[in-house]
T-cell receptor, first 109, second 114 residues
């Protein structure tokens, strides 16, 4: 079966760095997405990785290792507005997105 | 500005009733998707469409149907609502040229089936 695993909840301090991990087992791989979802709102796109390595975009970076079925999202200089759920999704061989349950990130002052 | 809208935003209905959730996008995207989101689960794909007159079943399509008569709209119908269909429903769209383009999501519809 297809499976995406990520921690249910994480807590971090304002101004710090946090890494949210995602491991996956899917039938085929056409890229990995990270989305941010604030409570009661729609998911919004953060990043896309299809090749191994690190993609940096401002305070957010995303890493992929296809051989390990592993990705992480790195958030630097945390701000209170970063409190949200972070969703990992893999595009499988049929170009369908398989979604993890999301990681709720709580930022404390 | 281009956008994707859903209506209604909240709906309470009774078991057995037919319910239709609307999704309208002005991105001119060919790809449209319907997901449901429940606590403890990731987004689960209900139905999707890659263009006018094209519809396909997703992972959790039982009890749901869609139709695509134009580029802008993909309404989702619950034929006979069940309590298990209480959920938050998201519509999304993406460009056709590259399937792995980001999906843009509507604001969601919270459906309660009593």
């Amino acid at each position: 079966g297809q499976n995406i695993d990520q921690p249910t909840e994480m807590t971090a301090t304002e101004g710090a760095i946090v890494q949210i991990n995602c491991t996956y087992q899917t039938s085929g791989f056409n890229g990995l997405f990270w989305y941010q979802q604030h409570a009661g709102e729609a998911p919004t796109f953060l990043s896309y990785n299809v090749l191994d390595g690190l993609e940096e975009k401002g305070r957010f970076s995303s890493f992929l290792s296809r051989s390990k079925g592993y990705s992480y999202l790195l958030l630097k200089e945390l701000q209170m507005k970063d409190s949200a759920s972070y969703l990992c999704a893999v595009m499988d061989s049929n170009y369908q997105l398989i979604w993890g349950a999301g990681t709720k990130l709580i930022i404390k002052p | 500005d281009a956008e994707i809208t859903q209506s209604p935003r909240h709906k309470i209905t009774e078991t057995g009733r037919q319910v239709t959730l609307a999704c309208h996008q002005t991105w001119n995207h060919n790809n449209m998707f319907w997901y449901r989101q429940d606590l403890g689960h990731g987004l689960r794909l209900i139905h999707y469409s890659y263009g006018v007159q094209d519809t396909n079943k997703g992972e959790v399509s039982d009890g749901y149907s869609v139709s695509r008569s134009n580029t802008e709209d993909l309404p989702l119908t619950l034929e006979s609502a069940a309590s298990s269909q209480t959920s938050v429903y998201f519509c999304a769209s993406s460009m056709a040229s590259e399937p792995y383009n980001e999906q843009f999501f509507g604001p969601g519809t919270r459906l309660t089936v009593l």
